[in-house]
Every structure is written in C-alpha cells, then in structure tokens.
C-alpha cells in the first residue's frame, strides 16, 4: 500500500507505433500523442483499479475538460513508446494526469497533462468528489 504521504502515483505502458498512426514520412502525426495518453491513462486504471469501467459502475464517466500537449522529439513506424502516466493529486473533484512518453532510446519525446472532471452518467456536473473516489484516494494513500 502507498505512504500516506504520496502526492503522485504513477504507471507505465507500453505502445507500438502502428503505420495509420504516421504521416508519409513515417513520422507519427502530432495529434495521435493524445491517443497515446489515453492509452497510458486506461492502462493505469486498470493497474490502480480506477478504470473507466470501474467508474462507469458508480455511475459516473470523467470527460476530460483540458488538455496540454509538448512534442519534443518524433516518434516513427514501428517504435515501441513507453508512456509513463502519473495521477497528481488535488482536494479538487477532479483527476489531474502528467504524461512522458519516450522512444526506444529512453529519450523523452512528447510530455502533457489532462484534467478530467466527474459527471453522473445522467450528465450532471459533481462539484464534490464521490465517494468512490474518496475511498480509491483513500486506499491508494492520497489525500480525501
């Protein structure tokens, strides 16, 4: 179990440049480095048990309302990308995500952040953490 100190908890994936994700040069098309978060963020869920299908079960979905995106270096056909994704606590309801994504090398080439707010699955806003989330911050050793 996490200190009760954490502020950060983090998890890495892993991702193969697929050949609809590049552009002619073989280069990966800067919009697909939000996939990718994605791809970090369902993948961390599914490892801290805070998944998109955990939260559906409460009967809240978590839109993202911003999003940052820093490209530093190209990623090509073929790389496999390793997407580190860390939760940033806040006493906010809302979950903040930072990404780095790097190349086979270890050389970061993309690094963003996400802010996703909770809304019930009949489309009301949640101005107060729900409880589920209170008790995964909880067990996971964050701040409620």
């Known amino acids: 179990m996490p200190s009760n100190t954490a502020k950060e908890i983090s998890h890495t994936s892993e991702v193969r440049v697929r050949f609809a994700e590049t552009d002619p040069l073989g280069i990966v098309w800067h919009g697909n480095y939000i996939q990718y ?6 993948s961390f869920g599914r490892h801290h048990g805070i998944s998109y299908l955990d ?3 409460h009967n809240f979905a978590t839109p ?3 999003s ?6 190209p990623l090509t056909y073929g ?7 860390t939760y940033v606590d806040s ?7 930072k990404y780095e994504i790097y190349n ?3 050389q970061v080439v993309c690094t963003g952040k996400t802010v996703q707010v909770f809304v019930a699955l009949g489309g009301e806003l949640s ?3 729900p409880d589920f989330f209170k008790d995964w911050k909880l067990k996971m050793g964050l701040t409620v």
């Open 37 to 42: 978060f994605e791809d970090g963020r369902e």
């Open 104 to 106: 086979p090398k270890g």
């Open 127 to 129: 101005l107060t953490a």
């Open 68 to 73: 940052q995106c820093e490209h530093k270096l």
């Open 79 to 85: 790389d496999v990308a390793t997407i580190k994704t």
């Open 64 to 66: 993202i309302v911003s």
């Open 55 to 57: 939260q559906k079960a």
């Open 91 to 97: 006493a906010a309801a809302k979950m903040i995500f």
